[in-house]
């Protein structure tokens, strides 16, 4: 039996792994390489690792695995978990199947996008989620920022920081009175006009094109999607989400699921940074080694 499962390798799953590996754990990484940063070529504000390519950051955890022989890794997709009377079995879409007393998922979000057509071509090429993550590389240009949900107007607001030139497109949705102040109050122009399409070259905007002939200039920009969790596995194992989205857990990623612990953005959605979803890992990683001391399972004696 292993001692803790992983399921899924961003940030806060390989930070998790590192972790449980140093501590002498058996465990394994499952994960399908399905990570939503493989979009862009940038990954900034990690310190020591600023500007890291997303796939180099992953080689590097990996690079350093290989230290530890009590870490196993594998490229597949966890499709279904099932609890025992102790541990899980795990069960694979490649067909592996094992037992864990442990699990961490570790499976981070994905994004639903405002209905705007062609917005993913630009996607991490010009088009970003946020602004810690790619304002500086924006800085004083013209920007858009797309899409309504509830953080869009902070975005908004936070956003002149990086950018007084920008323009704040609803696609459609006409504003709440309170919502129109906060924009006077910035000195912020919106455009409520839905969008028709976006034009550039290489995923780099030029134009945006709105439904009532408007064409306006934009050299990039950020987008407020909605991030929901990127597997039911937690759900379906009884997991309810919090008011934010993530699986409800307590501040180191326990749940009330005996052995089930939740890391990184499967936790807590925002703020959604590298360094933040790596912290998480380790955090959970530690929570999951001191149940097992607890339960009297010791760490591995297997040497290279
Ligand atoms: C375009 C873009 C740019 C960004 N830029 C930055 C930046 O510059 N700086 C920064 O700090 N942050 C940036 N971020 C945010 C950062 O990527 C996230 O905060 C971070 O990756 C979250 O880590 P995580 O481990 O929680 O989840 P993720 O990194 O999303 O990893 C989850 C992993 O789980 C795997 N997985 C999911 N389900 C399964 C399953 N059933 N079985 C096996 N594997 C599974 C996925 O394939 C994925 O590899 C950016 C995000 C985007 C989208």
Sequence with gaps: MKDCTIVGGGPSGLSATLVLGRARRNVILVDNNEARNKVTSAANGFVTRDGIKPAEFREQAHKEFSEYPTIETMEDKVVKIEKLKEGFIIKTQLGKEWTTRKVILATGVKEKFPNIPNLRDFYGKSIYNCP?????ELRDKPLALFGIVNYTFHTAEILRNWSQDL???TNGQELTKSQAQRMK???????????????GKDGILQKVELENGLVIDRVGGFVTPELVQATELGTKLGLKLNDKGGHHSDEVGNTKIDGLFVAGEASNIYPSQLIIAAASGAETAMAVNVELTHEGVLGSQKHI
Excluded at 132 to 136: A, E, K, L, N, S
Excluded at 187 to 196: D, Q
């Design 132 to 136: 810690y993550c790619d304002g500086w």
């Design 185 to 199: 109050k910035s000195k912020l122009r919106v455009e409520t006009s839905p969008v028709l399409l976006l034009t």
């Design 167 to 169: 323009i704040v497109f």
